[in-house]
């Protein structure tokens, strides 16, 4: 049973945003789709927890996506499970319009293509390795290397280091990573990543432990990547300043849902669920919004609320907005639908839906 027939959606209700039934969907251009993935964890304490509740996510080649949402709204469980190290309860990941493979052959072409870079540079590279030796690693994995054919393991290896913007790269073959700097360790691990020639990276919080001068260099390369290599990329912060800087479209996630999606500039400019206009309103670059300050903490995935997710702190409900809108009563008890992963700019949002339903003068 698809997550879309494990909560139904309510078509018919003030919340129902625009949702495409499966049977209308278009052809998918996407290089990586998640259609409706629930991924669930067991607790020790025996509850079970809906890390990911029906989630719609697509990144198509050479596009730049990223998923924001603060800690604990399942960015990372979703990435993990993009990469196939998670598996989803209900719901499917496909890649190029297939379902993720299963055989370990396949998953090994799979992860080939689709390369993970993870936020704490200096844990994830081996500190007995030299760069040289983690760089070459996945070339050596995935049998890259053909000096016959004129593709000698250190010529991708230099090639890596270059495009990750090391240059030149022979004078760091045989340092360690505590000889690198924060910046410096983590363009090994995206060399580490090019070096297997992948069509998609996801990025973990790639730039949250750098400091500001090197964030912007290290922001400039994935940009770069992406113009000259057509790399996408999946990057996944809690930075929506960061993602203003380099996504072409963003998912906002809240408690193991997309609430609101699309271009960049239209969430950036135009957020339509209170959650993300909670999370603008306090980034210092954006001084339009008044600043929010979200109440309490994002809730236990144990304990999903019902109606919207967002309800026990959403701003809108708490100040009136909804009661006047005639949605209070929506928010607290009426499920929303997963919004499709497409290029329109939508919001899982009650009020969002009476505010931009066909006739309502746009705000
Ligand atoms: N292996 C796991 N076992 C139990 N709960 C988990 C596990 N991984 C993640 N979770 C829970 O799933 C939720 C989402 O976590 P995560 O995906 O790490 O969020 P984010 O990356 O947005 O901070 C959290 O409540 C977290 O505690
Ligand atoms: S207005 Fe209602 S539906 Fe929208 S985010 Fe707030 S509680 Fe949720
Ligand atoms: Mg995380």
Known sequence: ?????????PHSTPGSSPATSPGERPQSRAFLEARGVVVEFATRSGSVARALDGVDLAVAPGEIVAVVGESGSGKTTLARTLMGLERPVAGEVSVGDRPMPRSTRAMRTFRRKVQMVLQDASGSLN?????????????????????????????LVAKALSDAGLRPPQPLYLRYPHELSGGQRQRVLIAGALAVRPDLIIADEPVSSLDASIRGELLALLLRLRDE???????????????????????????????????????????????????????????????QVLRGEIPDPTRIPPGCRFHPRCPALAEGESERAGVADACRGVPLPVLPADDRHAAACHLDAVRHAPGTPAS
């Open 127 to 155: 500190p007995r390795q030299t760069v040289y030796e983690s760089v070459a690693e996945g070339i050596r994995l995935h049998r890259l290397a053909d000096a016959r054919s004129g593709t000698a393991e250190a010529d």
């Open 1 to 9: 049973m698809s997550a879309r027939e494990a909560e139904p959606t």
């Open 229 to 291: 290599l057509g790399l996408g990329v999946l990057v996944i912060t809690h930075d929506l300043g960061l993602a203003w800087n380099i996504a072409d479209r963003i998912a906002v996630m809240y408690l193991g849902r997309v609430v609101e999606q699309g271009p960049t500039e239209q969430v950036l400019e135009h957020p339509r669920h209170p959650y993300t206009q909670a999370l603008l309103s306090v980034v210092p670059e954006i001084d339009r919004l008044e600043p």
